[in-house]
């Protein structure tokens, strides 16, 4: 939007009266950006939100946790591009006497007991890594890159009309043992590897 | 048959009808009442019920920010038809997705108010939670017609209607074929008993369908048309009898009443005869004496001439004997000639002459006024000749004779009567009073044959009337008579 409007300025300003508005215009969106950096985050909002309403969504098994009040972790694998929100979101916030907890994990080594993982790294090669880990461990994989379903996450975002949607892979969700919500799949777009 | 039998079956089905109608209306106007009363209340928790289902389907649309779910949830709607609009809001009170049944609504509140339904004038709706786990997600809103609401009351109302009228058909049905079984055998006697009434025919039975009362009543009846029947045979038989009896009997009196009717007219020719033959001798005698008498009255002593006159007066007794005797056994074989005769002028005729028989003799003979009669002329004189002359003969020997003639009417019935002041009788003889040749005198006292009132009794009979007397010993004697066929013009004109 921002580089609409300088575009504007361009074919408006045609004097050299103009010329020293226009640089001055030009600088101005550059620093500018700041909002550009706010849409993104604003994207991240919604997946934060969205990260933390799963846990309403999901049944974990039993053993997913080590005892009763024993925190679910929301764990976060690769850069955190939701910086304070998650935090924020599940602030305080308890699911069936779990308090809701969140770890960031810069390595597949560093990955420790979580119950939903969003999975923020292109590396394919280590996908099937993770969702071993996760198939095994009852961990919810989430990610928003492409095929991140297709290839064996169980939730991926995608966006639609302006809007973030999610593709639920049935089949890894239920290796997991783990239950989604009929209201959940309602919602989503099931993906059949 | 059919208009026969309406009442005792209309009567049970309208006994019937009335129940079930009064039941089934109590049933379902309560019924109604009560879902009248309770409509509200159901309503509103049938709308939070709603609300609660819609509020439950939408929170992951909620939580995931799915707008288009949402709406998909609220457009469920419907098929409730009384939901007029439905929204829901975000957690932040922003209108996330919303429902309306038709385009013309009032626009959606902005801001979610208080949770709870309320009742409006014409809508009633409220606000609801929408809650996953224990997290508020956002509210529902809810706005419900009362008037579908006041539809469905009336569909309630239908239903009833409908229950009732079929109800109502349904017990019409049943009565009308169950009723049967309790008016069919009543039905029936009652026709036996109407043939008996109508027919008079008491061998006529009621056929006995059942076992209950109406069979009691169905036995009852037979016994009672049996003995009916039988004594009715008896009666039959015994006024047959009576008939045949009295058959017997009238047939008896007129064989007897031919007999004597043979019997008498052969005893009246055989007197007529009699008299007739005997008048020749004693005739004879009587002639041949006076030419004795006259011829050898000279040769004759007073003895002889005694003797001689004792024959001469008997001989001509008997000769008025046998004279009476052919005058009565004549009434016998004389018919009657009837005109319109004055009897005043009668009686006026024969008073004077039996003045003049009897002399100077003091005599008060009183004539009242006497109606006409319708009767033989001859006879009647005769009938008055000898009263007149009887009641002057027996009061022969009083100072003064006193004789009164005259008439009454008693009964519708004219009567002559002539009342004297003689010898009078005993009425212990009465009997005796108009026997021929019965004499209540002896011949010294009083003169006669005893054959006028015989006669008088006679020619009165055959006029169809009728004579009777009173009296007493020494105190006169009063005689009545009356004569049929008396012409009622001659009464009218001596009553004028």
Redesign the interface.
Known sequence: MSVLKITKYLKAGRSKANLWLMLVAVLLSFGASAPRQDEITKEYQ?KA??LY?FT??IEWPPDAFAQPDAPLVIGILGPDPFGKYLDETVQG?K??GHPLVVQRFHTLAEIAHCQILFVNRDEKSEWKQIFDYAKAQHVLTVGDVTNFSKQGGMIRFFPEDN????RINLTSVKNAELKV?S??L??AEIVEP | MLRRNTPIQQKLMKVIMLTSGAVLLLTCSSFFAYEFVTFRQSSMRELSTLGEIIATNSTAALAFDDSTAANEILSALKAERHIVAAGVYDADGKLFSYYRASRNQTPFPTVPEADGYQFAAAYFGGYQPIVQGDKRLGTLYLKSDTGAMYERLKLYGTIALLVVALSFLLAYLLSRNLQHGITTPILALTETAKAVSDRHDYSVRAVKQVDNEVGVLTDAFNHMLTRIQEQNLALNESSAKIVAFNQRLEQRVAERTAELEASNKELESFSYSVSHDLRAPIRSIHGYGNILKEEYASVFDAEALRLIQTILRNSKRMGQLIDDLLAFSRLGRKELMRFDVSVQDIVQIIVEEQKSIEGDRPLEIKIEKLPNAFADLTTLRQVWINLVSNALKYSRDRERSIVEIGSFEKDGALIYYIKDNGAGFDMKYYDKLFGVFQRLHSQKEFEGTGVGLAIVQRIIAKHGGKIWAEAKLNEGATFYFTLSGMSSSAVAVNEN
Do not use: P, T
């Not at chain 1, 809007?163 to 999610?166: A, N, P, V, Y």
């Open positions: 919604v939100v969205f309403n309403q969504f916030e699911i069936d809007k973030i949607r999610i919500s209201k959940l309602r919602l």
